[in-house]
């Protein structure tokens, strides 16, 4: 067994949970660089929670430059072993409407000008992203959801656009009447894949804030209205996150989806041809294996 602990990504909006027990903002050094910010820590009905302002306090880090791959090592670091996502997201489907949640379980990756991997020459890794986010811990995150009373879908697939631009027209009818994605957002890539380079469970829950601009009777993203959607997702996010300790339990089993070993098979380089440098970054994301 081991004590569940769970890392929530997100907006600052969600972080004021009412029971949160022994709060400490805490600073967490990486070799990959500075998070996007100090981490909140304390427990939650006996479990451990650590909350990680993704674009940093007072919202200062663009989608492109968040520092995702110090996140994700900041994250590991403290022990956390279940990190779910709260984020942001626009909907290209009539039924998805703005104040839904979407649990996502799949995506499709169209950032460019992120650092996607923790690996690469001196120690080269595959994993399978087949399945981008862990069964079980996205099914307790739709429980709590529904347990919360909120209108949620479980199930879809997420475009990770680069941005910090909103899409086009042309662009949001390509994504959803030919790729048919369902919800649209800049932050869950190369963050969900990090996650899983570093044998960490991950959920993905979409906000729907906004029906992006394919909509005809809604035309262009408005962001004062994406903003007033924003503040009462936020309430709904609190009380989803207040319900999880029930779902998850203060300890845990081996992930049965293999979240935690998908790097058993995955390093190609020999032992002896490794980057001592690379090797010695990778201590906390890779150190089970390496």
């Not at 650590?50 to 663009?62: E, I, T």
């Not at 991997?117 to 739709?142: D, I, K, N, Q």
């Not at 845990?252 to 935690?260: F, W, Y």
């Amino acid at each position: 067994m081991q004590k569940t602990k769970i890392g929530i990504i997100g907006g600052s909006g969600i972080y004021d949970i009412e029971g949160l027990e022994n709060e400490t903002w805490t600073a967490v050094q990486s070799p990959w660089g500075a998070p996007s910010d100090d981490i909140l820590t304390g427990s939650l009905d006996g479990v451990e929670f650590a909350f990680l302002p993704r674009h940093g306090r007072g919202h200062v880090h663009s989608p492109t430059t968040v520092p995702y791959r110090a996140n994700i090592d900041a994250l590991k670091r403290l022990g956390v072993t279940d990190v779910i996502s709260v984020s942001a997201c626009g909907s290209f489907r009539e039924h998805m409407a703005p104040g839904d949640f979407v649990i996502v379980d799949q995506f499709i990756d169209r950032t460019f000008a992120r650092e996607k991997s923790f690996f690469g020459t001196g120690c080269v890794a595959h994993v399978s992203v087949a399945h981008p986010t862990c069964p079980r811990l996205s099914e307790a995150c739709h429980q709590a959801a529904t347990q919360a009373g909120i209108t949620v879908h479980k199930g879809g697939t997420y475009l990770a656009m680069e941005g910090p631009q909103f899409s086009t027209l042309a662009e949001s009818k390509l994504y959803r009447e030919v790729w048919g994605c369902d919800v649209i957002g800049m932050t869950n890539m190369p963050e969900a894949k990090l996650a899983r380079e570093a044998e960490l469970c991950y959920a993905s829950v979409a906000m729907i804030t906004d029906y992006d601009s394919w909509h005809p009777d809604h035309g262009e993203v408005d962001v004062t209205e994406i903003i007033k959607t924003l503040m009462g997702n936020a309430d709904k996010a609190r009380t989803l996150v207040r319900a999880l300790p029930a779902l998850l339990g203060a300890e845990r089993t081996t992930c049965p989806h293999g979240c935690d070993t998908a790097l058993e098979y995955a390093i190609l380089t020999a032992p002896e041809k490794r980057d001592p440098a690379l090797v010695a970054k990778l201590d906390a994301v890779a150190g089970r294996v390496l």
